[in-house]
């Protein structure tokens, strides 16, 4: 009787450890707190609609919107859906030099999702790429979208496949996570479940 009771504590605990997750939401549903759009003039482009953010820019104008805090090391996952054709945002990484890109590239004209677009590296503006795409990316549906930084190292995996892994050169070392609405492009997409689990973090 003993020895169940001790075998029920350890699968009890074991079910308890594996359960715990460490991932913090970025977005409350409800709000943009904790999170400044620049410039500022634009910030009525983001929204909080239905417990997602809304990203449109009728005005075909471009903006970022940061998390008020700075990461070092980090994953940060989100799931985003485009309500148009042609569409181009993405995940800034530590500040303005590196990016997950999400849609089409303005400057290659095609689908590089989960691809890093890092023209101050100087090896191509989109130096980390990928031939998966077409293949992986579901258009006009919900995708699910992760990204893994550890020092200059960057790894994407959208939808469960990874896609890309690549170390940038002049990557900040620490810095806020950022969501793009391009300019030239009116565009309409919507993002939920943005959740970073961070390793080191500064308020």
Not at 131 to 159: A, F
């Amino acid at each position: 009787m003993k020895k169940l009771q001790k075998l029920a504590m350890v699968l009890a605990m074991g079910l308890i450890v594996s359960g715990c997750d460490s991932a913090e939401s970025l977005f409350d549903g409800k709000s943009l707190e904790g999170w400044t759009c620049d410039p500022v003039e634009q910030a009525e482009d983001w929204k909080a609609v239905d417990g997602e953010l809304l990203g449109e820019n009728p005005g075909e104008l471009g903006s970022i919107i940061w998390t008020n805090r700075k990461f070092k090391d980090f994953e940060v996952e989100l799931e985003y859906i485009a309500l148009v054709d042609d569409y181009d945002s993405g995940i800034f990484i530590r500040g303005l030099t590196h990016q997950v890109q999400i849609g089409i590239s303005r400057s290659l004209e095609k689908d590089m999702t989960a691809c890093i677009y890092a023209p101050k590296d100087e090896l191509g503006s989109y130096p980390g790429q990928t031939d998966k795409v077409s293949d992986i990316h579901k258009i006009g549906e919900w995708n699910h979208l992760k990204v893994l930084v550890k020092g200059k190292q960057i790894q994407t995996i959208l939808n469960g496949e990874p896609m890309v892994d690549y170390t940038g050169l002049v990557l900040e070392d620490e810095g806020p996570i950022g969501l793009q609405l391009h300019g030239g492009v009116h565009m309409s997409v919507k993002f939920r479940n943005i959740k970073v689990r961070p390793e080191l973090v500064t308020l």
